[in-house]
């Protein structure tokens, strides 16, 4: 296996901030996806794995790589410190332990943005749609998550009864949205305690839920800002799985000064 080391880290670096492209791509800067990029920047094969990521890490990666980006450039800058900080962990990382704490993390904080932005376009589910992101928040359960994908397609069924214009569409959307990511989010909850947890099922689940967020923040938008609040829900999930794992002392963690986090 490859060492890891901080001139690695910082070829790796270097081949994502050219940008990423959905898909594994070509063996070209700017034109691989983050696991390309890596095998690209190791000197390997073009592929998608480098042999030095944990197999949990690796396919949630590959689903936050493909999720909608408004650009390439704004894929590589969301997924600039977690593409340094998976670096080393294939044998080193929990891979069940990893997954339960995402799959708690995702229904902590993706799924209440998720319901917030529905909340924002369904005055009259607002309440409700506040209560579920509180209890997700509280709980991080499966059943806290099951609840909100409960209220939120009622809310989208509600909403696209009276849907009569953009505004109304874009509500149901935001809704539906919600529930879609309450859903994966809850079916990752149950993975992520099953004995094969660290398998691509669960990855993909909290993969899906992220994405789901990041779209009911986009409907909830104005077409002008939307594709940006795509890129930011998508961009803080990313650095939502570097904390955790800082704190289970991932060894690409240590290289972490060469990505600051912006504000």
Not at 49 to 59: E, F, K, N, Q, Y
Not at 200 to 210: F, K, L, R, T, V
Request: hydrophobic share 50%; net charge negative.
């Amino acid at each position: 296996m490859i060492t890891i080391t901080r001139d690695i880290a910082q070829s790796v670096r270097d081949t994502v901030d050219v940008g990423l492209s959905f898909g594994i791509g070509k063996p070209i800067p700017g034109q691989m996806c983050v696991e390309a990029a890596v095998c690209f920047a190791l000197g390997l094969e073009h592929g998608d794995d480098p042999g030095c990521v944990s197999p949990a890490l690796r396919h949630l990666k590959i689903g936050l790589n493909d999720r909608w980006w408004s650009s390439n450039a704004a894929r590589a800058q969301g997924l600039r410190r977690l593409a340094v900080a998976q670096l080393g962990s294939a044998g080193v990382l929990d891979d069940v332990e990893f997954m339960r704490r995402v799959t708690e993390m995702t229904i902590r904080k993706a799924v209440p943005v998720a319901l917030r932005a529905a909340a924002t376009r369904i005055p009259k589910y607002a309440k409700a749609l506040e209560a579920a992101a509180v209890r997700c928040e509280t709980e991080g359960t499966r059943e806290a998550a099951q609840e909100g994908e409960r209220i939120a397609r009622a809310a989208a069924a509600a909403a696209a009864a009276y849907a009569a214009g953009n505004a109304a569409y874009a509500a149901a959307d935001a809704a539906y949205a919600a529930g879609n990511a309450a859903y994966a989010a809850g079916n990752a909850a149950y993975a992520a305690g099953a004995a094969n947890a660290a398998d691509a099922a669960e990855a993909a689940g909290a993969a899906n839920a992220a994405y789901a967020a990041a779209y009911a923040a986009y409907a909830a938008e104005a077409a002008e800002a939307a594709g940006a609040a795509r890129d930011r829900v998508l961009a803080q999930y990313a650095e939502w799985v570097v904390e955790i794992l800082i704190d289970l002392k991932a060894p690409g963690c240590a290289w972490l000064d060469l990505v600051p986090l912006e504000a």
